[in-house]
């Protein structure tokens, strides 16, 4: 019953009782992919408190959840929690290279902190996306934040010139 329920809330466009629709399922709920899902939603339809919940009872149920962990600290990130934060994602590279994403904020948590070892997570966030076949203009932007970050003026600037190269008419990027 409950599927259905958050299903049509979702369908109606009502934040307030889809978030605590997501927020009262999250609590009886045990199984992790459907605890994923209902995270997912609460991400996509912005209600980040309901979110936040669902992805810590996936950590409840698999503490090691790499989808969880990455998100459970990007929330705890942009909340400024930077202990939840950085032990989401201590556990979440320590157990595997992550996305570039993931090893970016990882390295900005590691800045903000004045901690030691950003520069090692920038790099292995640079070398991830330049892997990348598919690149969008959304990573090439946050290369280019990246080549900044470990003070790479050169790198910043030819980023920049194959941003240009490929999208010409950008306004945005002129």
Request: proline share 5%; hydrophobic share 45%; aromatic share 6%.
């Amino acid at each position: 019953m409950r599927e259905p329920y958050i299903a049509a809330l979702a369908d109606l466009n009502d934040p307030a009782k889809l978030g605590a629709a997501i927020t009262a399922a999250v609590r009886a709920e045990r199984d992790p992919d459907q605890l994923v899902r209902y995270a997912q939603l609460a991400e996509y339809r912005r209600q980040p408190q309901a979110a936040a919940q669902a992805w810590a009872a996936v950590l409840a149920v698999d503490p090691n959840h790499p989808l969880a962990l990455k998100q459970a600290g990007a929330i705890a990130f942009a909340a400024g929690r930077l202990d939840d934060a950085e032990k989401h994602f201590s556990r979440l590279l320590s157990a595997q290279q992550g996305d570039f994403e993931s090893n970016q904020l990882y390295a900005e948590l590691l800045t903000a902190r004045k901690k030691d070892g950003a520069e090692v997570y920038y790099r292995r966030a640079l070398d991830q996306l330049a892997k990348t076949s598919q690149r969008t203009e959304a990573s090439y932007l946050a290369e280019a934040r990246i080549r900044a970050r470990i003070k790479d003026p050169a790198g910043v600037s030819a980023v920049f010139d194959k941003l240009l190269k490929e999208h010409p008419a950008n306004p945005r990027l002129r």
